[in-house]
DNA sequence: TGATAACCTCGTCAATAGTTGAGGTTCGAT
DNA sequence: ATCGAACCTCAACTATTGACGAGGTTATCA
């Protein structure tokens, strides 16, 4: 093969070997998950590094993870080299955290719809399901407190 | 308490019981998630066992399944009455399938960060995360092949 | 030195899940 | 009968996550 991987890559190397589209790159750049730099002719350029940052990118998306969280989690890998050991354990570190809460909330879901199937919850007056939101809304109007449980995340 | 649990209910009825502003019961109406008749002068009334489907449709959004899937689980259960035994046993089958479903993928994604935290993945080169779509991305543009892996719900 | 492929910005459009507001109608209580 | 609360429709706007095209510029190959 003529062609090396070259560690500098335009967008479209990127687009290409990431599997997103040229426009998606621009997107991720322009939201701050990808960073890079510019030729004198303003054209985009990037460390390949940026190849993983994208997969783990794709990889949260899977998972469901809007990409403002994504963001804040990849803030601690580097742009500029492919990270080492220690920023890739502290980003999985936190990763999984997330990962667990979320399937742990999936869980709960799941296992109460079980419970009601059995409890013969169909009166529905004191389902575990419905009852936070429903307390909610017998209370009063009020402002729409929707059920974002999954915001909860001050600094570390 | 004088006011007795009434069986057909307004909007701002089914909205104030059920937690949701009047202006999503409207939207939820519009998608067909629920279903009414109208008074002589134009008015939304519902049966109670609205507030039922609601509750189900807050909960199957909790677990991230979006609007247009909810309906198509929601199109076993009767918008007119109560459900009963076998109408909800049907529904909470199919539902716990969806649940599953994506508790497995939550699962095996958790899993496979782990494993690649030990595997010194890092190289990246056969990660099992990245893989799926550097595949794709390798093999040139063509279309873009989101990982909506799922859409994959065909009539049972 | 061109040609043309790839790149640039910016604006528009799509789908999802709603919220808000304008302008007008109906309901229910007095 | 009348007043105000609640309701109606419709359009526009929010935010998220991008895709796509127009019109113009840069890079690279021969």
Redesign the pocket.
């Known amino acids: 093969m003529p062609k090396k991987p070259a560690a500098v ?8 070997r990431s599997g ?10 322009a ?1 701050g998950l990808i960073e ?1 730099w ?8 990037y460390h390949r590094a940026v190849l993983r940052r994208i997969a783990i ?2 990889i949260a ?1 899977r998972a469901g ?7 804040e989690a990849l803030a601690d890998l580097p742009h500029d080299h492919v990270p080492n050991a220690r920023d890739w354990q502290k980003f999985t570190d936190e990763w999984r955290a997330m990962l667990d809460d979320r399937i742990t909330r999936l869980l709960q879901l799941r296992d109460q719809i079980a419970s009601c199937i059995g409890c013969g919850c169909l009166s529905l007056e004191d389902c575990p399901l419905r009852n936070p939101d429903d307390r909610l809304g017998e209370k009063g109007p009020g ?2 407190r ?1 059920e974002l449980a999954e915001n909860h995340h001050e600094g570390t």
């Open positions: 890559l335009t967008v479209g190397e990127v687009a290409r997103i589209a040229v426009s998606t790159v621009h997107f991720y750049e939201r890079g510019r030729t004198e002719g303003n054209q985009r350029r990118i794709r998306q993870i809007p990409l403002a969280r994504i963001r402002p729409r929707l």
